[in-house]
């Protein structure tokens, strides 16, 4: 069983930073990726950063150049970092992992920028 808990969700005002945190029951180097996903009230789940087994990352568009997706294999945990937050950052963020096309969500953190 894979347990993803999320922290470090909270109210940041608009050009500010906040780091995430994913912490994974168990080594985080089986999962073929890690990534961060965000969901805003009215609005799908998107996809905001990724990062393989490997290291390599993804980016979306509109995140790229302000957020850094990173792992701690020794915590079994993985970050994002968000800086330049703007208000239409806010949402709740998800972190996922996949292993063997499985996909595994945490409870997700709520993420306020206030303009």
């Known amino acids: 069983q894979v347990q993803l808990v999320e922290s470090g969700g909270g109210l940041v005002q608009a050009g500010g930073s906040l780091r995430l945190s994913c912490a994974a029951s168990?080594?985080?180097?089986?999962?073929?990726?890690m990534a961060w996903y965000r969901q805003a009230p009215g609005k799908q789940r998107d996809l905001v950063a990724k990062?393989?087994?490997?290291?390599?990352?993804t980016y979306v568009d509109f995140v790229k150049g302000r957020f850094t997706i990173s792992r701690d294999n020794a915590k079994n945990t993985v970050y994002l970092q968000m800086n330049s937050l703007q208000s239409e950052d806010t949402a709740v963020y998800y972190c996922n992992a996949n292993i063997n096309w499985t996909d595994y969500w945490g409870q997700g953190t709520q993420v306020t920028v206030s303009s």
């Open positions: 990062i393989t087994r490997s290291g390599t990352t």
């Open positions: 168990g080594s985080i180097f089986r999962f073929n990726t």
